[in-house]
């Protein structure tokens, strides 16, 4: 039986979004392949409303990191990883394991990073780039993007790098509003598409920092990116066309509904799984009002198995997640995001009351 998705990513595919990958193979140098890219990025511009520079690689979300790595510091420079939960630390030790000078601004799990902690650090030194999880799957905690772009964009050499994986195009995020110059993410999780594409949504500023790197790899390198769709429209390397068939449909979705409208619908399912995690006598574990919109992280203060709860959802049908790393069994995680509605979210409360006897 198929278990519908309730993890924070790969999260559940609509049956049409999996039928409209299935469709023949065209050659990625052909104008028909110009076509569907020119769709997907208009469409990509238009969900965003944003002037920026969008590029979508056949890749999945930590390519963004390396990205960040090979493109936007500076040989000499430094870079300042704000660090609140697993994600946030993947993209410190990936600066890192780039050869760079890495400062790092961590914050207990659980608490969102406030746009004071980021200004203090840029009062004392010099950073080419600041990494900021906007939406932290290991904690469910959301940091205020709009607050920490304001505070960097006092800041002309320091470009903010913003970790959206599992939220973007769920949660509320405009690039140019948020003062951000390079944000990525990865289709399985908010665009309910599967795994395989990841999204860059990145500045002029951006590009100009890049051509002042040296060493930026083949497949990392930005400005190979960028300037190849200048020239030609197409990717340099080749893309993954049947999940491009997929994504240039659900976005034909998702502009229905509006970026408004979609980041309701997520507040929404976020306010109805909090409150019943709550009434039921649970904990949020996420600092109160920063708490994701996409996904919720419970503490699980009733001290329930969760690997069991796992096993009877699996008989109706369902999944959720448990914690992350250390947060296994202390912590478990319900994903709402993406083409769940209150419904579907509503049907997996229903059932976790019914296993665990929970009135
Ligand atoms: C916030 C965040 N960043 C990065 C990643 C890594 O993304 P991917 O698995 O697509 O490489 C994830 C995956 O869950 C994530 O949730």
New binding site residues.
């Given amino acids: 039986m198929h278990r519908r998705l309730y993890i ?2 790969p999260t559940e595919v609509s049956e049409d979004v999996l039928q409209a990958q299935v469709r023949p193979m065209i050659g990625h140098r052909h104008k028909d392949f110009t076509a569907l890219y020119a769709s997907v990025l208009t469409q990509l511009h238009e969900y965003f409303n944003t002037e920026q520079h969008i590029a979508v690689f056949a ?7 390396d990205i960040t790595g090979r493109n936007l510091i500076r040989e000499g420079k430094a870079a300042l990883s704000c660090v609140n ?1 697993a ?2 630390k ?2 410190a030790d990936t600066l890192k394991n780039c050869g760079h000078n890495v400062d790092v601004l961590e914050v207990e799990w659980g608490k969102a990073i406030k746009p004071e902690m980021i200004e203090e650090k840029l009062k004392e030194k010099e950073y080419d780039v600041v990494t900021v ?1 906007q ?4 904690t469910g905690v959301k940091s205020d993007l709009k607050a920490i772009g304001e505070v960097i964009s006092k800041y002309p050499e320091t470009l903010l790098v913003v ?5 973007l195009g769920g949660d509320l995020i405009l690039p140019d509003e948020m003062h951000t110059d390079f944000i990525f993410a ?1 289709t ?2 908010a665009f309910a598409l599967p ?1 395989g594409l ?1 999204i860059m949504i990145y500045s002029e500023k951006a590009v100009k920092r890049a051509e002042e790197v040296k060493n930026r790899g083949t497949y990392t390198d930005l400005l190979k990116v960028h300037n190849y769709y200048l020239k030609k429209k197409q990717t340099p390397s080749t893309p993954a066309i049947s999940l491009l068939y997929a994504l240039d449909y659900q976005l034909g979705k998702m502009l229905k509904e509006t970026a408004k409208g979609r980041y309701e619908r997520h507040k929404a399912m976020a306010e109805l799984t909090r409150k019943w995690a709550l009434e039921k006598g649970f904990k949020l574990f996420a600092e109160k009002g920063y708490e994701s919109v996409t996904v919720t992280t419970i503490e699980n203060t009733l001290n329930k198995d969760v690997s069991a709860l796992n096993a009877a959802l699996a008989e109706k049908g369902m999944e959720l997640a448990n914690g992350y790393g250390n947060l296994k069994n202390k912590t478990f995680r319900i994903g709402h995001m993406g083409d769940h509605t209150l419904e579907t979210i509503q049907e997996l409360l229903n059932n976790i009351n019914e296993i665990w006897e929970l009135n």
């Fill in positions: 924070p990513g890749a999945s979300g930590t390519i963004g990191m939960g994600f946030s993947r993209m999880c939406n932290e799957t290991s970790d959206t994986v599992s939220s990865s399985q999780k795994p990841a």
